[in-house]
């Protein structure tokens, strides 16, 4: 059988924010809903694409980084939830549900298995293989068990708190018998933080007007741990506030992304004074631990330790200005895209 298959294609390298313009929406050529013998490969239709700060990083021109650019002409690839419909690989067989990267597209054809896992059959949210579950969740994981070393009580402070990755790392933390504040670019984010995700306070970062006073405020004590998802002003402040020993795990650096000249941080000398470790890390280093992080956090989920929050979007048109809007803070929780029904 031969259907057509609709895309988003990368249009070509930009600068600055990202645009809606910056990618296409069109019906690709008609397919075959095959996977052509002696290929190894297997047909997926894709069922949930996520939007990821990362894949800002791709659409420049620059291939120094630990993931190459996109192919200008080509279909955005990102992670997804799919479900096999054919197969040329023994591993896996129609019917399957995998997540792992797939193309911005109705049907893929994946020939790249390495970065794909089975997802067995459970009550959770398929979704939730792309937040929670997927590669965020990992991230926040590995970042705060591996980079912050956590100790009962700390003082955590986590930015971009109510996004994919933060409102897990909060919650562990509070399951840590930390206390945890976060910073968030809404009042309607900054009120999920407090009622829905457990965080001990919140506050609009874009409502301060001076950083330092705000996190003074928060964390009259100091902060032992630093969960960075933004960089910039919020990383400087950060640092003028941590206490003797604080880690800064630094995870992302979202306000920079869409800038050719970032900006410097003028308080690096906390690090001396107070005896500071600041890590970067990919979740990528830590894959040995995905096992023991599925069952956690499944388990955390299913005692109702630990709720996550998606910002759904329907359909694949609406790919592009979803992934937009992570950039303008329009994502309450993880972004998805759901694009097709199982
Ligand atoms: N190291 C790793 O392996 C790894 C893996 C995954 C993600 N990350 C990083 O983790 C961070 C969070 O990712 P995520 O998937 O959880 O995204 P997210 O928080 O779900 O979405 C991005 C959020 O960033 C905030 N933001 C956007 N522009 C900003 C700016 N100029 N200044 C401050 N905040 C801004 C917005 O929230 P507000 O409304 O709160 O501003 C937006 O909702 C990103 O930096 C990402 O690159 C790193």
């Known amino acids: 059988m031969e259907v057509e298959n609709k895309q988003i294609i990368f249009k070509g390298y930009i600068e600055g924010p990202p645009k809606e313009t910056d990618m296409e929406f069109k019906v690709g050529k008609k397919i075959k809903l095959e996977a052509p013998k002696g290929s190894g490969a297997f047909l997926v239709k894709n069922l949930y694409l996520s939007c990821d700060p990362y894949m800002r990083g ?7 980084s630990y993931i190459p650019p996109f192919t200008p002409g080509s ?5 997804g939830v799919s479900k096999v419909l054919d197969s040329d690989n023994p591993k896996f067989k129609p019917g399957d549900l995998v997540s792992g990267l797939t193309g911005w597209e109705e049907y893929s054809l994946i020939y790249r298995t390495e970065q794909l896992r089975l997802i067995e059959p459970n009550d959770i949210p398929l979704s939730y293989y792309l937040g929670l579950l997927g590669m965020p969740g990992f991230t926040a994981y590995a970042g705060f068990y591996e980079v912050c070393a ?3 009580g700390d003082y955590i402070f986590v930015s971009a708190a109510s996004g994919a990755v933060g409102q897990l790392v909060g919650q562990l933390g509070k399951l840590h018998g930390c206390y945890v504040v976060g910073s968030a670019g809404s009042s309607k984010k900054v009120d999920l933080l407090k009622t829905k995700l457990g965080f001990d306070e919140a506050f609009n970062y874009k409502e301060e007007k001076d950083l330092d006073a705000a996190l003074k405020r928060y964390f009259p004590e100091g902060i032992d741990i630093y969960f960075d998802n933004v960089g910039g002003d919020m990383l400087d402040a950060a640092l003028l506030n941590m206490r003797i020993h604080g880690r800064i795990a630094v995870c992302g650096m979202v306000s920079q992304h869409s800038t050719s000249n970032p900006q410097g941080t003028q308080n690096l000398f906390s690090l001396i004074t107070k005896r500071i470790t600041m ?13 023991r992080f599925l069952e956690d956090v499944i388990s955390l989920y299913k005692q109702g330790k630990i ?3 998606e910002d759904m979007n329907e ?6 200005a979803a992934f937009v809007g992570l950039f303008a803070g329009n994502n309450v929780g993880k972004q998805v895209i759901r694009v097709a029904a199982l």
């Open 58 to 64: 791709r659409m420049r021109d620059f291939h120094g």
């Open 75 to 79: 279909v955005i690839e990102g992670f």
């Open 150 to 152: 956590p100790r009962k």
């Open 279 to 291: 890590k970067g890390f990919l979740q990528s280093d830590y894959l040995h631990l995905y096992p």
């Open 307 to 309: 709720v996550y929050i």
């Open 315 to 320: 359909g694949l048109e609406s790919a592009p």
